[in-house]
């Protein structure tokens, strides 16, 4: 367990934002069954950067869907932000979705038809943000990742990297206590990639608790600390980013 | 989410799919369409033949010879409906205003090289009441000519047209059978009754055609075809169709089946309502189901809309719609989908009905309940067909939503 708080300079103890403890995912019935998390027990504090690192098939995106509210625990107990949410119903989750965390994917995930305006304020529309108040953090949310001179293209008039900071908008502008990401960077060049991470970087910079799943070691660097799975299993909890050349798994 | 921004989403979709769109609200128009044009023509038709029926004259009862409903088909029942029997009538009945008999036959009527088979109805002075007749030029037949058999006519506006074209046939004369009439009086035009013409026609003085032309008479008198009878008023009717039958039982000496029947306007309507009434019932039933079709045609395309929009469905959950936003979000393009359709159908028909009504005789509108029939039906369709695609979109599970391809 990480007990040091060096992030947190104000209170003597950080915030506790995700609390695993012996949590298990199974995967299907009978013969075929996949134990894709086995007993993962992890803390991440308010205000870390983590990266999420383990082979093909290792239970990284399973652990993000968990953290994330989108799939309950076979068994375990998961504690976000100090709420209990592996007893939680379908629509407390989608609140706990809408107002805690973020997401940001691989594939963008944008709706197509509609701005990028639109696309950001979609989240706020479903938390009941009055529509005047929707428009002026969504064009702060953009500006913060800066597009701000990008509000009325669709995704099909966006680069990669520009859908993708639309994405982080959306994913930012509810304030969630926790951005989650899974291979964020996966479909970008390395020049996009680094910008990408930079907006990572700023945001954590100005408190936001990031959690993402990535191959790249050189993304993982960025990071300021390594979670290893492997099988469904966290086998390094707190690696360094800088000692990944060496390490090998 | 509130509904307003619900409402705006599925519009949004909605019109950002408008081929696709407006060909599944194809099935709404038509289903629309066809139940507003049906009823409103359906009763269009209906209020035509209560016009029609207006024509014969004001609370008309007419006694006719013989008697349909007679439970004894085999026997021949003769039919003695003589002047006798409208003299009573008119001196015994109280409830009633005059009484028209009538003898009629068809035949040629000639003039000149021109001859043509018309209706000569034989009557008396009182005819032109009873059925609501107007002498347009000259004057009608007069008791006088009536009792000493005169050879005077009265020519329907049809008949002269036909027979002298513009020329005008007062004191003119015609021939029927070799016998010849002066023209007295033109009828002022009447329009027809159920395809027939009522302004083609001769009239002359039942007592001239009976005696001169048919000569039909029975042991009792003078035969004559039916009897026309106007009521003092239309809530005597009932009254005097009963003291009718009863003086007429007594007349004929009846015991068992009547020999004569009295029928009235009304129930000759209610006949054609009841068969314009289950037309209209059939149409209708036709135009409900292509409402049916339309509304199956909403539910299959919100289910491949369903199946498309998968990853935007997982999306909008993860970022934390619920499944009720989700529900609420398809019902509502559906509803939009049929409740569209029903308007742009109640339109069509509506202008369906007013482009009949001026083009034909039926004098059909838009109706009132028709409309509000097929508002609350598709919107019905819309709510119906729209669950179960919804329900389907709702339960997506939002992690296989955003990993489907
Ligand atoms: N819905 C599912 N049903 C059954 N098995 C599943 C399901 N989702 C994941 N799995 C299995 O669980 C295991 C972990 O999958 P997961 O997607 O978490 O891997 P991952 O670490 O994200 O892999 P990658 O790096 O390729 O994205 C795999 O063996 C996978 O086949
Ligand atoms: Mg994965």
Redesign the pocket.
């Known amino acids: 367990m990480p007990s040091d708080n060096s992030h947190s300079a104000v209170s003597h103890k950080a915030a506790v934002i995700i609390r695993l403890e012996g949590v298990n995912k199974v ?2 019935l009978g013969e075929t069954t ?1 134990n ?1 998390l086995r007993d993962v027990n992890l803390t991440v504090n308010a205000g870390e950067y983590c990266a999420i690192m ?1 082979a ?8 993000m869907n968990m953290i994330g509210c989108l799939d309950r625990p076979t068994t375990g107990h998961y504690y976000l932000d100090g709420e209990a949410v592996a007893e939680m119903d379908d629509s407390q989750l989608a609140h706990v979705r809408n107002r805690k965390i973020g997401f940001v994917f691989q594939q963008f995930h944008l709706l197509s038809q509609v701005s990028a305006l639109e696309n950001v304020m979609l989240p706020m529309i479903y938390a009941n943000v009055p529509a005047a108040e929707r428009k002026e953090r969504a064009i702060a949310a953009l500006q913060q990742v800066g597009l701000g001179d990008r509000l009325n293209n669709r995704p099909n008039q966006l680069s990669g990297g520009q859908q993708q900071r639309v994405a982080i908008a959306r994913a930012i502008v509810n304030r969630p206590v926790l951005l989650l990401a899974d291979e964020p960077t996966g479909a970008l060049d390395s020049k996009t990639t680094q910008e990408i991470l930079e907006i990572f970087g700023n945001l954590n910079t100005k408190g936001m608790t990031v959690v993402m ?1 990535t ?1 790249e070691a050189e993304v993982a660097r960025c990071t300021r600390r390594v979670i290893w ?1 492997r099988d ?1 299993q966290v086998i390094h909890e707190n690696l360094k980013p800088e000692d990944l050349m060496q390490a090998t798994f | 989410m509130d509904l307003v921004e619900s409402v705006k989403m599925a519009t949004a979709t909605l019109t950002g799919n408008r081929l696709r769109s407006a060909l599944t609200m194809l099935g709404m128009i038509i289903g629309n369409a066809s139940v507003v044009a049906m009823i409103g023509i359906g009763e269009g038709a209906q209020r035509f033949a209560a016009d029609q029926f207006k024509s014969l004259g004001p609370n008309v009862l007419f006694i006719v010879p013989g008697n349909d409903n007679a439970r004894n088909r085999t026997l021949n029942i003769p039919k003695t409906l003589v002047l006798g029997d409208a003299k009573a009538i008119a001196e015994q009945v109280p409830s009633i205003n005059d009484v028209a008999p009538q003898l009629q036959n068809q035949a040629p009527v000639v003039y000149g090289n021109k001859r043509k088979s018309t209706l000569v109805i034989g009557t008396t002075e009182r005819f032109a009441i009873v059925r609501d007749y107007n002498v347009a030029r000259g004057r009608f037949i007069t008791q006088q000519e009536v009792q000493r058999g005169t050879p005077v006519a009265v020519i329907g506006s049809k008949l002269a047209e036909t027979l002298f074209g513009t020329k005008n046939p007062l004191g003119e004369r015609v021939r029927v059978r070799g016998l010849s009439f002066k023209i007295i009086g033109l009828l002022a035009s009447k329009g027809s009754f159920l395809g027939n013409n009522q302004d083609d026609v001769l009239l002359v003085p039942l007592s001239t055609l009976s005696s001169r032309l048919t000569g039909r008479t029975s042991p009792y008198g003078v035969e004559v075809t039916f009897i026309s009878v106007s009521a003092k008023d239309k809530s005597q009717m009932a009254a005097a169709k009963t003291q009718i039958t009863n003086l007429l039982r007594l007349r004929h000496k009846i015991v068992t089946e009547d020999d004569f029947t009295v029928r009235s306007q009304d129930e000759a309507l209610s006949i054609i309502g009841a068969v314009t009434g289950a037309l209209t019932i059939m149409l209708v039933a036709i135009a409900g189901i292509s409402l049916l079709v339309g509304g199956i045609g909403i539910m299959n395309i919100m289910l491949v809309s369903v199946t498309e929009r998968t990853q935007e469905i997982g999306l909008r959950k993860a970022i934390g719609a619920t499944q009720s936003d989700i529900l609420i979000q398809f019902l509502i393009e559906s509803i939009i989908l049929s409740a569209a359709g029903g308007i742009i159908g109640i339109m069509i028909g509506a202008g369906t009905v007013v482009m009949v009504g001026v083009l034909t005789p039926l004098k059909s509108s838009v109706s009132m309940p028709a409309i509000a029939l097929a508002v609350s039906v598709s919107g019905g369709i819309g709510v119906f067909f729209g669950v179960v695609p919804a329900q389907r979109a709702a339960r997506l599970d939002p ?2 939503a955003l990993r489907s391809n």
């Open positions: 995967y299907g996949v894709a383990g093909s098939g290792s239970g990284k995106s399973t652990m799943v191959h799975f469904g | 992690i296989v």
